[in-house]
Nanobody, 125 residues
Framework: QVQLVQSGGGLVQDGGSLRLSCAASGRTFSAYTVGWFRQAPGKEREFVAAISSSGTGTSYVNSVKGRFTISRDNAKNTVYLQMDSLNPEDTAVYYC??????????????????WGQGTQVTVSS
């Protein structure tokens, strides 16, 4: 069992930066792939980024490449999402999620077992 607790987020102006954190309980967190998803009002939850259990593999949706960076510190059981050059289209509730089933990065919400509580990110123009 893994519990994920998110922090960070909030309101920022267009072009600003935020960092989201996802802290996990459980001694086997280093065995899980962790992904970040987001959901805007009226839209489906979409994949944003993911990092492999070792941290050596990462993947991003095209719209955030070059602006967002996912990283993890397994000693602290924490995954981070650094978001730079934010724009209003990034406004959404962001969720972290953990997958311990697949040996590779997966991209759909249904493939992740555990979820954080969600945190609002609002980018004003």
């Amino acid at each position: 069992q893994v519990q994920l607790v998110q922090s960070g987020g909030g309101l920022v102006q267009d072009g600003g930066s935020l960092r989201l954190s996802c802290a996990a309980s459980g001694r086997t967190f280093s065995a899980y792939t962790v992904g970040w998803f987001r959901q805007a009002p009226g839209k489906e939850r979409e994949f944003v980024a993911a990092i492999s259990s070792s941290g050596t593999g990462t993947s991003y949706v095209n719209s955030v490449k070059g602006r967002f960076t996912i990283s993890r510190d397994n000693a602290k059981n924490t995954v981070y999402l650094q978001m730079d050059s934010l724009n209003p289209e990034d406004t959404a509730v962001y969720y972290c999620a953990a997958d311990g089933t697949y040996s590779y990065i997966v991209y759909t919400p249904g493939q992740y077992e555990y979820w954080g509580q969600g945190t609002q990110v609002t980018v004003s123009s």
